[in-house]
Every structure is written in C-alpha cells, then in structure tokens.
Nanobody, 127 residues
C-alpha cells in the first residue's frame, strides 16, 4: 500500500504562484508513476501532470508552461509548482500513484491508471 497526503492548498490571487506537496509512504516510491489531478465543482476529475520513474513529465495543455511537476524520491515527495495562477485553476488537487509500468503513455492521464489517491487539497484562485 501507498499512502499519499497532499498539502499546500489555500486561497491565492490570480497571477500568484503556489507549490503543492504530496508526501508518500508505504512501499517503494521510486518505481511508481506519480500524478496530479484536479476536480472543480460540478466537473469530472481531470489530469494535470504526471512524472514517470524515468523522469518523463507529460502535462495537460491547460497548464503547460505554467505548472511544473517534480519528485524527490529520497524524501518520497512529489511537488507541483504552479505559476501564473488563474481563477479556472480553482479545484481540489489530488496526488495519485500507480505501481503499473504502462507501455501506452495515454494511461498517464487517466484516473483509472492510478491505484492510490490522496485526500485532496483545496486551491482557490480569486480574480
């Protein structure tokens, strides 16, 4: 089992920067696919970014160039640095992990591709 705990959410203004953190515990973290998803009120959970154990970092088009995902395996930490925040970035942000090594990279962006989820952290961006 892998336990994930997000932190760093809060209320910010448009244009601000904010970094989310995810602390992982449990099994070996280094070989896991890790990802960030978000869910706005009334909407489905959507992919934000992922990072493979090999270091590949796919992003959703809506955040490309503004968000950066990173991991520090020695500290079992996952981060999401977010710059130039917009009101439409308002959502609950979830950290996710997958033990499966996918040959099809389309799985990186699917909620069904992840076995473990954190409880989420709320981010609100005011205009």
């Amino acid at each position: 089992q892998v336990q994930l705990v997000e932190s760093g959410g809060g209320l910010v203004q448009a244009g601000d920067s904010l970094t989310l953190s995810c602390a992982a515990s449990g099994r070996t973290f280094t070989s896991y696919l890790m990802g960030w998803f978000r869910q706005a009120p009334g909407k489905e959970r959507e992919f934000v970014a992922a990072i493979t154990f090999g270091g590949s970092t796919p992003y959703a088009d809506s955040v490309k160039g503004r968000f950066t995902i990173s991991r520090v395996d020695a500290k079992t930490m996952l981060y999401l640095q977010r710059n130039k925040l917009k009101p439409e970035d308002t959502a609950v942000y979830y950290c996710a992990a997958a033990a499966t090594h996918y040959s099809d990279s389309s799985w990186y962006g699917r909620t069904g591709g992840y076995e473990y989820w954190g409880q989420g952290t709320q981010v609100t961006v005011s205009s």
